[in-house]
């Protein structure tokens, strides 16, 4: 079997090799996408956008492979075995070449790494501002406690009924507004949680699936590093390793105030691949409806 490194210009190889099958169809079917876009992507540039000669007498559109080739600092014979889809495997970090050649904006190096199965090592991070029109949202469905948290458990904004379920959030500084952090780390955010223990290895499993892919991002693994310092039991959970993506039918809280509340958890993603996500509590009997009404009322 022949192989090829690709120089990356920083002294870590990359190694390509020539294939001797097809291999599973949906790879054969995502290494031909990964080609196609990469051809794509090459064709509809000019050698003045890059800072190239024009030359003569251009057969092909946009500029030709070992143009490209030179860009990313990889072997033309390499690149070329990536626009014909053949069975190589590229690094992240030939990744990120390729797309600086290639000028990708933000949505198309996410669709490069995607095809690739490589994880970005720069990726795109939704943007963490809440629009007024969903702020309004959470207001609206008062006295429901209602909250808009990104795929960390950070929360992001919270109506009134929310802000007292567990602790006074207000109170609290910015960074240590994370659901995940507060159920391990504050007295009264645990004392809250009626069934302490199944939601927090739910919570830690859920956090686990959704950062597939993201804990080499510096602000997961912060997060991580955090939980693990200050909380073993965190690090006793963490380590098993589960994962799942559900919540509890219904959720048992113990609000200071009111007492007991039995409410049912509905969560919607406002953005695509794990970004924002609204988490409504509806109260499951009447009992725990007139509480919601005093706790509205108790937080003004």
């Known amino acids: ?26 790879l054969a079917e995502r290494r031909r996408e990964l080609a196609d876009f990469v051809r794509s992507r090459r064709e509809r540039l000019t050698p003045e956008q890059v800072g190239l000669p024009p030359g003569r007498r251009r057969r092909t559109p946009g ?45 198309e190096r996410s669709h490069l790494f995607g095809l690739a ?63 995940m952090w507060l159920a391990f780390t504050d007295a009264d955010w645990s004392r809250a949680l009626v069934e302490r223990r199944e939601t927090i290895e739910l919570m830690v499993a859920n956090f686990r699936n959704h950062g597939t892919g993201h804990f080499n991002e510096p602000h997961w693994r912060e997060l991580v590093d955090r939980l693990l310092a200050a909380s073993p039991e965190f690090g006793e959970i963490w380590a098993r390793r589960n994962v799942a993506d559900k919540v509890q039918e219904i959720k048992l809280f113990r609000q200071k105030e009111v007492g007991l509340l039995r409410l049912r958890a509905d969560r919607m993603w406002l953005q695509p691949g794990g970004g924002m996500r609204l988490t409504v509590f509806s109260p499951s009997d009447d009992e725990t409806a007139a ?10």
């Not at 001797?20 to 949906?26: I, L, V």
């Open 117 to 179: 199965g490589a994880v970005d090592p720069a990726p795109r991070r939704d943007s963490d501002e809440v629009p007024q029109s969903l702020r309004a949202l959470l207001k609206q469905v008062e006295p429901f406690p209602a909250s808009i948290q990104n795929c960390r458990y950070d929360l992001l904004h919270y109506n009134r009924t929310f802000a007292r379920l567990f602790c006074d959030l207000d109170a609290l500084p910015p960074q240590d507004r994370n659901c």
């Open 291 to 300: 509480k919601l009404e005093r706790l509205r009322h108790l937080a003004g």
């Open 1 to 26: 079997m022949a192989t090829m490194t690709a120089n990356t210009g920083t002294g870590d190889a990359d190694t390509a090799t020539a294939p001797t099958g097809t291999g599973a169809p949906h």
């Open 63 to 107: 500029l030709r492979r070992e143009e490209v080739a030179q860009l990313a600092n990889v072997g033309v014979s390499w690149y070329t075995w990536l626009e014909q889809a053949r069975d190589i495997t590229v690094s992240a970090q030939v990744l990120d070449a390729i797309a600086g050649a290639l000028r990708l904006d933000a949505s």
